[in-house]
């Protein structure tokens, strides 16, 4: 018997790839940003606590030795406080191992978590969200319909942080295309040195076909960055922020031209001058779907 044969494809953090993927809701309730195919087959719903114990129970009886578990699909904070608790509470007491459990969480459903919310998640043992910031930049941020702002993304990113959780954050390289690209790097700087997460990591944009921003790009709206232009993106982030306290940094992920990585601010300067060097060589002239190839 399946532990979960509920509909949809499942998404999780690269560093959640050792845990039980418990899905509390399908699909994302936002899902109308033009850039993000992960849900777009998905209609959202939120799980019955009935499909959800017996996800647990049929969990925990096949990996009753699990140490990590992530709540899925794209927004379980979506769910009332009252229902999470009960979900956690469940989780590790079926779960003996469990030491901690993490989960995906959008800025505005943590925007609506009051203080005392989050601290009583992060009490249960909720220790980790991943927010996508994507870009700090509001122009950007309406043209992609992500239904948030700069402002809401620092207050919860905030909340998330003073309420004593790990905060791994996500910004997209390229999300302003050719056009917008400084206004996005510059305010995107603004906003994670505002929030100051314990993770952040750079991703670049990727176009696939099944995405409403790729006929952006064919109608001639959007035109994406060059190799160039990422890793100029890149280099004036970094330059711009200006972090107070340690923040694990990372530009690793597949769809990253080049990995690059350290700690802010401390490993700053070594991280601009490897930027740096990459940038004599980035062509500056093919705009990059970074996808089906070159565009
Ligand atoms: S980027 Fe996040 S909020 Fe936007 S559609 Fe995708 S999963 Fe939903």
Same mark, same amino acid.
Request: overall charge neutral; hydrophobic content about 40%; glycine content about 6%.
């Given at each position: =018997? ?19 993927i418990?899905r ?85 459903d943590?925007?609506?978590k ?10 249960a ?8 910031i ?30 004593g959780?790990?905060?791994?954050? =996500? ?25 100051n ?25 959007f ?19 200006? =972090? ?6 990372r ?7 080049y ?5 802010l ?5 070594? =991280? ?10 980035a ?10 190839g070159?565009?």
């Open positions: =018997m399946l532990i979960d044969d509920a509909e949809g494809l499942v998404f999780r953090p690269p560093s959640e790839a050792r845990s039980f418990l509390v809701t399908i699909g994302c309730s936002h899902n109308t940003c033009t850039f993000c195919p992960m849900y777009k087959n998905s209609r959202f719903r939120i799980r019955t606590m009935k499909e959800i114990d017996e996800v647990i129970t049929r969990g925990a009886a096949a990996y009753p030795f699990i140490r990590r578990l992530f709540l899925a699909d794209g927004d379980a904070l979506i769910l009332p406080t009252d229902q999470l608790l009960q979900i956690i509470k469940k989780c590790y007491t079926a779960f003996p191992s469990l030491t901690r459990i993490g989960a995906y969480a959008t800025p505005s943590l925007d609506r009051t203080p005392l919310e989050l601290q009583r998640l992060h009490e043992g909720l220790h980790i969200l991943y927010m996508g994507e870009s700090g930049d509001d122009e950007v941020l309406q043209q992609v319909c992500k239904g948030t702002t700069a402002a809401i993304t620092i207050r919860a990113g905030r909340k998330a942080m003073d309420a959780m790990k905060l791994s954050t =996500m910004i997209l390289l390229g999300l302003g295309g050719q056009a917008r690209t400084k206004q996005h790097a510059l305010h995107t700087a603004t906003v994670v040195s505002a929030i997460p314990t993770m952040l990591s750079a991703l670049s944009l990727i176009i696939p076909p099944q995405v409403s921003l790729y006929q952006e790009v064919i109608r001639g709206t035109t994406p960055l060059t190799e160039h232009g990422f890793l100029q993106e890149l280099y004036t982030i970094l330059a711009n922020t200006h =972090m107070k306290n340690p923040c694990i940094f530009s690793n992920h597949v769809s990253n031209l990995p690059v990585g350290g700690t601010p401390m490993d700053k300067e070594k =991280m601009l001058l490897q930027i740096k060097s990459l940038l004599t060589q062509d500056d002239t093919i705009p990059l779907l970074n996808d089906t070159n565009f």
